[in-house]
């Protein structure tokens, strides 16, 4: 929990969403995943895929 969500946008001049993952609900740190979305502090589930990244947060902070 805590590593951060980045879905790049598919369209020119749309900003890219980001969030931070609440909560962990598959095997071994995997999908789904819980997240609270920057722009407006909305929480849903989130299966990642294509453009999308999942940056880790340091281990320890």
Known sequence: MGDRIVVRSTHQGEPDRTGRVTEVRGEAGGPPYVVQWDADGHT????????????HEPAGT
């Open 44 to 55: 849903g589930v989130f299966y990642p895929a294509g453009s999308c990244t999942v940056e």
